[in-house]
């Protein structure tokens, strides 16, 4: 009987069995599908991203409509179309360590917007079916139907260029080193004598600041070799720095030039400048974890020498030794004081979230006062007493786009420049008839434009130049690194020459006899000077006498100096000196 009533137990409980494994079975099938759907939304984030970063942010467009117009077409591409209840959403940002960079157990975190807003992340959502067990239950319950399922993914592709302005690299010939021995000597406190060839030699080096740190710790300074914050910020002396940028120039790139030679002439350098950092002259612009890969870029050895020379002079009157220099009979006496020194400029393109230009390059800012004192045959006939001034206001050149390419592609660099503003100012005087008593008759010079823009004890002129101007570069990494100058100018006047001979026409001349007009001749003078001075306007015969004197210091003196400083009145030459375009890469 008992096994009667068993009868047919197997069969319920196999069946049970089946239906327990038909459950798993879909439960399984509907948890592979679900992760198989997880897995293609996740792809389409990954690449959307990676594309978006490729092509926007430091590689291009800036804006959110344009991001988003990468990441839909990106979805697109990879099948997917967001419908009625799916999102699909890209947005530029910054990725930051919540711990800060190099610190333990930090996290990336991404914040949209902000001034590095480098990556791009993208965030989608996408419906579909729970499961076949649920979706039968929901004929019984209220159970949902659909699932919504989210991925999202954030990458970056950094760009990072470097760029000089005002480079005086393009002014190196054998007619000017004397001026450069000079203008390099005095700035650097010694002697030098140097021939064409081995500044052409220091002109056509490049070295990478991974090298300079190398050799600076060599010698001993305090920095984490591989850290870009540390030598930036690294206390050095002119003396260690300059033979740090001799001992890392390859010595293949100073062909011809004896190097101990250059070496012994630069050991003896006496500047006012105990202590400087390198991040005076070289700005680097970039998140922490990025801005170590600029420690491959590589900066001229001419360009970094003469930044390092005039920032250890900054705010210090140096004068400049032109023994046997003559311009017209006279030896010009000059003094250069350097307000600010050059920058070198390494980042990310574009502006910032306040609009201000994240890398920004600049020539130098300095004043430079020549002198000329000149007594006609020695006889004190005709004495001259003249002073000008140039006060020259540093012009930069921004980063503006790196339109970013694929490998081996060519890519196009986009610069916003404005040439520096130059102000001139000029004092004469002009003695005739000297002797032991003072001159018979004097002439002041003076500008009609008094205070015009305040160079100490002159009158000034100012050359206004136009707004930014656009530079473009196209090249293929890493040939054409560094590039050859790109100039902007200005339409007003591009050179000192034209600011000269603006300042002679508003020059103002006075007679001024000398004595009290008490004898007869003296009397005579005053009336003849009094009568001149109110009705005959003198100043454009005498303005022309000293026009010579004016163009010779213009064009033998004053511009060669101004150019040997990366400085050019109105003109400004922008160079591209490196660039950094990595792939694009996945952070979060």
């Not at 984030?45 to 990468?70: F, I, K």
């Not at 600010?340 to 910032?352: H, Q």
């Not at 005739?432 to 205070?451: D, E, P």
């Not at 000077?529 to 006498?545: E, F, H, K, R």
Request: hydrophobic share 45%; glycine share 12%.
């Amino acid at each position: 009987m008992g096994r009667e009533r068993q009868r047919g137990a197997i069969g319920v409980m196999a069946a049970i069995t089946l239906l327990m494994a038909l459950v798993c079975l879909a439960l399984v099938i509907d948890t592979g599908r679900l992760y198989n759907e997880q897995r293609k939304l996740q792809r389409v984030a990954d690449m959307a991203a990676l594309e978006a970063a490729t092509l926007s942010g430091m590689c291009g467009a800036q804006d959110a409509a344009t991001v988003q117009g990468y990441v839909t077409a990106s979805a697109a591409r990879n099948n997917f179309v967001p419908v009625a209840g799916e999102t699909l959403s890209g947005v530029l940002g910054t990725v930051s360590l919540d711990g800060g960079y190099g610190a333990a157990q930090t996290r990336r975190t991404f914040s949209p917007g902000g001034d590095m807003a480098d990556s791009v992340r993208v965030q989608v959502t996408h419906n579909v079916p729970t499961s076949l067990v649920l979706n039968v239950a929901s004929l019984f319950s209220n159970l949902p139907t659909r699932l919504t399922l989210s991925a999202q993914a954030t990458a970056r592709r950094t760009a990072m260029a470097g760029i000089s302005a005002g480079s005086g690299v393009l002014s190196l010939n054998s007619s000017n080193s004397p001026l450069l021995n000079a203008l390099l000597g005095g700035l650097l406190g010694t002697t030098l004598n140097l021939d064409a060839v081995t500044y052409q030699g220091i002109a056509g080096a490049n070295i990478s600041l991974l090298a300079l740190s190398q050799q600076l710790q060599a010698a001993g300074v305090n920095l984490k070799l591989g850290d870009l914050d540390s030598l930036l910020n690294a206390n050095v002396s002119a003396v260690q720095l300059i033979q740090a940028m001799i001992n890392a120039a390859d010595a293949s790139q100073l062909a011809g030039v004896n190097v101990a030679l250059l070496r012994t002439a630069l050991a003896g350098i006496n500047v006012p400048g105990a202590q400087l950092t390198l991040g005076q002259i070289i700005k680097v612009v970039a998140p922490g974890e990025v801005a170590d890969e600029a420690l491959n870029a590589t900066v001229n050895l001419f360009d970094l020498l003469m930044a390092t020379a005039q920032l250890a002079n900054m705010n210090h009157a140096v004068n400049v030794n032109l023994a046997g220099k003559n311009v017209l009979g006279t030896t010009p006496t000059v003094k250069l004081t350097v307000i600010s020194p050059p920058t070198i400029a390494i980042g990310y393109p574009g502006k910032d979230a306040s609009g201000n230009w994240r890398t920004i390059a600049r020539n130098a800012q300095v004043q430079l006062d020549v002198g000329a004192v000149s007594n006609l045959l020695n006889l004190n006939l005709v004495t001259l007493d003249l002073k000008l001034s140039v006060a020259v206001a540093p012009g930069y050149a921004a980063l503006d786009s790196i339109q970013c390419g694929g490998a081996g592609q060519p890519v196009t660099v986009n610069l916003k420049a404005r040439p520096g503003v130059a102000s001139v100012g000029l004092n004469a005087k002009v003695g005739l008839l000297g002797g032991a008593g003072g001159n018979l008759l004097g002439v002041t010079i003076t500008n009609k434009n008094s205070g015009a823009n305040g160079i100490t004890g002159t009158s000034s002129v100012d050359l206004a130049v136009p707004g930014e101007q656009s530079v473009a570069f196209n090249v293929t990494p890493p040939q054409g690194i560094p590039s050859a100058a790109q100039r902007v100018s200005s339409p007003l006047g591009s050179s000192l020459g034209a600011g000269l001979t603006s300042l002679g026409n508003s020059l103002e001349i006075k007679l001024t006899p000398g004595g009290n007009c008490a004898s007869l001749l003296s009397w005579l003078l005053c009336t003849l000077s009094s009568l001149a001075n109110s009705i005959l306007d003198l100043g454009l015969n005498l303005t022309a006498a000293l026009g010579a004197l004016i163009s010779a210091l213009g064009q033998q003196l004053i511009d060669p100096l101004l150019s040997l400083l990366g400085i050019q009145t109105g003109i400004l030459d922008v160079r591209l000196i490196d660039l950094q375009t990595g792939g694009a890469e996945l952070l979060i």
